[in-house]
């Protein structure tokens, strides 16, 4: 599999944007190859779990991207960066650079370890701890680079805003027969969602992502 690769899959002709070794992001095509939100400045990208869509898509053929869709989409940029578990997002406003490096010290995290970015703009969705998107933020540099340190620093103080000192987690609700369940969701990670503005846009999230979630038995806490 390869980046633009086309595919049948779930009765739609799709081509493959980016992946992993865990999803497979992906938009749906027109019957003459070109994406149906071509046009669309602001997206969320199709995504499923890497083996399953193994299982599942037909190959169609090869389609290399074009300089413009690589512009736009930005496949080489991570999936996921910046994943760790045994720490929450902070519900303090952290001001300075040395004190996000002592606090992220405190939690067995060294700079050295955080991944940055190959990108001058970033949008970042901080997300509520019920797993729905807030208002994002646009973050710019004039190098063409953001630090690991730099960008998680930046998604704390938007993440702030979104978090309940009492619960160091976020919640995934659905009904069952006897009742409701839920999973709750440490950790933090940074995890790409499309594009906003044709700026490669990313979400905030726990120490895996969201669609990992749902098939993650182990966090169920049943009500």
């Given amino acids: 599999m390869k980046i633009g690769d086309i595919f049948n899959f ?15 992001f992906y938009q749906t ?10 046009k669309y400045k602001t997206i ?17 053929k090869s389609l290399e991207f074009d300089k413009k869709e690589l512009e736009i989409h930005r496949p080489d940029l991570p999936l996921r960066l910046n994943c760790f578990s045994g720490i929450f ?10 004190e996000f490096t002592e606090f992220l010290k405190s939690f067995g995290i060294e700079k050295e370890k955080l991944q940055g970015l190959n990108s001058s703009k970033v949008v970042i969705f901080p997300t509520s701890q019920q797993q729905s998107s807030k ?10 680079y953001l630090s690991g340190e730099d960008l998680l620093f930046e998604c704390f103080k938007i993440q702030t805003d979104y978090v309940n000192k009492d619960k160091p987690y976020f919640s995934r609700f659905r009904l069952i027969i006897d009742g409701r369940e839920e999973k709750r969701l440490s950790g933090i990670g940074i995890y790409r969602l499309g594009i906003k503005g044709n700026v490669p846009s990313y979400y905030l999230g726990g ?17």
Avoid: H, Q
């Fill in 29 to 38: 095509l027109n019957e003459d190859d070109t994406f149906v939100y071509a």
């Fill in 135 to 144: 208002k994002p933020s646009l973050i710019e540099n004039k190098k063409g």
């Fill in 44 to 60: 969320s990208y199709y995504r499923i779990e890497r083996e399953y869509f193994k299982e599942n898509a037909e190959f169609i």
């Fill in 207 to 223: 120490k895996m992502s969201m669609m990992e979630l749902e098939s993650e038995n182990s966090l169920i806490v049943k009500k």
């Fill in 89 to 98: 997002w902070s519900y303090n406003n952290i001001e300075k650079n040395f």
């Fill in 10 to 24: 779930s009765n739609n002709r799709i081509r493959i944007l980016m992946f992993d070794d865990k999803e497979v």
